[in-house]
């Protein structure tokens, strides 16, 4: 199985900063995707395919990377952006979670 | 638009099977280009994929539960249902439903539902 390693765990920010969250595969991946989840909620869909932003979702969010090493970045956080993030790959079965980043 | 809405017992007894359904609305589970199946999340905890079905029979399993899970459908009902056996406590958590597009990431999730395992 792939396994996906995300850090920080938590990451204390405030608003308007930048914030970087990584997410490592233990092996060459082509197929991530960044999910956004408040408390109680289903988690959403911020960026399919590495890059791809979903419809309706903020461009303050990007993701890159390539590989074994991407990352998520939002360009200036705001108040409704504290959340836990995840990443996922779905590049090969059984797809693979990260372990979440809270923004806190 | 489409909408995935979880049901089932919130208990399960130790060893016993745990039955859920999903019922969607909004499209068919039998379109192409598409894969329904499960993900769950124990209380505090990460999100951990269950299982990825296609409507024509191709599915995929997490490496850990394989041996104790599996999902059917129901077309004339546009369901589909996951049992797991022989459950423990750690298979406490709320579980998602949902459905996945061919190369892209999870778009549709149902609201879930916390199934407890105690006796």
């Known amino acids: 199985d792939v396994q996906m390693t995300q850090s920080p765990s938590i990451l204390s920010a405030s608003v308007e900063d930048r914030v970087t969250i990584t997410c490592r595969a233990s092996?060459?991946?082509?197929?991530l995707a960044w999910y956004q989840q408040k408390p109680g909620k289903a988690p959403k869909l911020l960026i399919s395919k590495v890059s791809s932003l979903e419809s309706g979702v903020s461009s303050r969010f990007s993701g890159s990377g390539s590989g074994t090493e991407f990352t998520l970045t939002i360009s200036s956080l705001q108040p409704d952006d504290f959340a836990t993030y995840y990443c996922?790959?779905?590049?090969?079965?059984?797809?693979?979670f990260g372990g979440g980043t809270k923004v806190e | 638009q489409l909408q995935l809405q979880e049901s089932g017992p919130g208990l399960v007894k130790p060893w016993e099977t745990l039955s859920l359904t999903c019922t969607v609305s909004g499209a068919s589970i039998s379109i192409g280009g598409y894969t329904w199946g499960w993900i769950r999340q124990p209380p505090g905890k990460g999100l951990e994929w269950i299982d990825s079905c296609y409507y024509n029979g191709n599915a995929y399993y997490n490496s850990a539960l394989k041996s104790r899970v599996s999902t059917s459908f129901d077309t004339s009902t546009n369901q589909l249902s996951l049992k797991l056996t022989s459950v423990t406590a750690a298979d406490t958590a709320v579980y998602y439903c949902?459905?996945?597009?061919?190369?892209?990431?999870?778009?549709?999730w149902g609201q879930g539902i916390l199934v407890t395992v105690s006796s």
């Open positions: 949902a459905r996945r597009k061919d190369y892209s990431g999870i778009e549709h």
């Open positions: 996922k790959q779905y590049h090969t079965y059984p797809l693979t």
């Open positions: 092996q060459s991946i082509n197929w």
